[in-house]
């Protein structure tokens, strides 16, 4: 087949500045190169890290780069914000998906892909024969988003990332049959064989118990909850790492939020590192330094890619009862509710702290279940999915 997709407009592929739906295309792009399966082109945001990547070399793959950032880039966004005031998205998406369609009306896809882009739709509908299909990665089409019915209807297929999304989706049809749920996975062998990081280069004592966080440093992740646990527990002998930062790629960035994070950290500072923004390449090489992995989810999770490189990493876990997250976990991780969550995470924490042998088989019970997650996995159910979308379609 021929394939487009069309990203978000705002991170490149290959994933050069990372995001979490960028590594996952650029999952199933590497399967296609390995299998030689489709014609594939991509349409993305231009990073000049992209200019030499080895993924561009491509016979099968091809990118199709629309340049945001330029002088003359945004000049023209600027002339199209004056003269298009309709618009599903922001101006500055809907410029990038204007500059797409140039393309895409001169060529002949079977399929076009529109990763997490659905209200794209209502100008792709028109603009093309091909089949559209919808790659959800959050709740991008629910009852509850404008023009639902219309966007529901252009589309030929739907792809969700897990069942959690798809329930979400079918408020908008009860008797849906157009959506596939193909769950994410990631590089599990980059976790299975990471190095563990010394804990002396973090100042972080060999008899500690260890406790650590990954993911960004926001409200509805969980970390002020876990930190306030901690505060709870009042045991030195128990050591938080967090890992990340307040935004993707950055440095900690001041906000009403951090400041509140800092001060509740004040009283049991020694107990706390946080190590900023890690490249994703270290991620498994921090994960491995705990002791469990706690990940207290406030909001409900369209699928937890942090869950699973918990899992990867052989660490037993702590988690949250939202969205997804016991679609990837149930049965191997303690899922707490997020009522009375404070407590309700000090007393896991505690449980796990004084039984080395619950560690253990959940441990290895966490790494069975990672197994399940491989890219490659998910990479084949992709296009699997895109294969009995083209064939029963009409």
């Known amino acids: 087949m021929r394939i487009a997709i069309l990203t978000s407009g705002i991170l490149p592929i290959p994933a050069v500045q990372g995001g979490a739906v960028e590594n996952l295309v650029d999952f199933y792009l590497e399967y296609n190169e390995l299998h030689r399966l489709h014609d594939?082109?991509?349409?993305?945001?231009?990073?000049?890290?992209?200019?030499?990547?080895?993924?561009?070399?491509?016979?099968?793959?091809?990118?199709?780069?629309?340049?945001?950032?330029?002088?003359?880039?945004?000049?023209?966004?600027?002339?199209?914000?004056?003269?298009?005031?309709?618009?599903?998205?922001?101006?500055?998406i809907e410029y990038f998906l204007h500059e797409a369609l140039r393309h895409i009306r001169q060529q002949d896809y079977d399929i076009i892909i529109l990763e997490n882009r659905p209200g794209y739709a209502l100008k792709l509908k028109e603009a093309t024969n091909a089949r559209l299909v919808y790659h959800l990665h959050n709740e991008k089409l629910t009852s509850a988003v404008p023009q639902c019915h219309a966007i529901y209807e252009a589309a030929d297929g739907i792809i969700t990332v897990s069942d959690y999304i798809t329930s979400r989706m079918r408020t908008i049809n009860a008797h849906d049959l157009k959506s596939k749920t193909v769950l994410n996975g990631i590089d599990t062998e980059h976790f299975?064989?990471?190095?563990?990081?010394?804990?002396?280069?973090?100042?972080?004592?060999?008899?500690?118990?260890?406790i650590v966080y990954s993911g960004r440093l926001t409200a509805d992740k969980g970390i002020l909850p876990l930190i306030q646990a901690i505060r709870h527990l009042n045991n030195p002998a128990i050591r938080l790492l967090v890992i990340g930062a307040s935004f993707y790629g950055a440095d900690q960035q001041a906000s009403p939020f951090i400041n509140e994070l800092y001060k509740e950290v004040e009283p049991i500072e020694k107990q706390v590192t946080f190590t900023g923004f890690v490249d994703y390449k270290l991620i498994p090489s921090y994960l491995k330094m705990g002791d469990i992995a706690v990940l207290p989810s406030m909001w409900d999770e369209p699928f937890g890619l942090t869950v699973v490189e918990a899992m990867?990493?052989?660490?037993?876990?702590?988690?949250?009862?939202?969205?997804?997250?016991?679609?990837?976990?149930?049965?191997?991780?303690?899922?707490?509710?997020?009522?009375?969550?404070?407590?309700?995470?000090?007393q896991a924490i505690l449980d796990l702290y004084h039984h080395p042998e619950k560690r253990q088989a959940m441990s290895q019970a966490a790494l069975n279940r990672s197994k399940l997650f491989g890219k490659e996995r998910y990479a084949q159910e992709f296009f699997e999915a895109l294969t009995h979308i083209e064939r029963t379609s009409v």
């Open 192 to 210: 299975y064989n990471a190095k563990v990081k010394n804990r002396r280069d973090l100042h972080i004592k060999e008899n500690e118990f260890v």
């Open 312 to 346: 990867a990493s052989g660490l037993p876990l702590i988690t949250t009862r939202s969205g997804a997250i016991p679609e990837v976990c149930e049965g191997v991780a303690t899922i707490v509710d997020r009522e009375d969550i404070v407590n309700n995470l000090a």
């Open 40 to 92: 594939i082109t991509v349409y993305s945001v231009w990073h000049p890290a992209v200019e030499h990547h080895p993924a561009c070399k491509s016979k099968v793959n091809h990118y199709h780069y629309i340049k945001m950032n330029s002088v003359w880039a945004k000049l023209k966004k600027r002339f199209f914000k004056k003269t298009h005031h309709e618009g599903y998205y922001h101006y500055t």
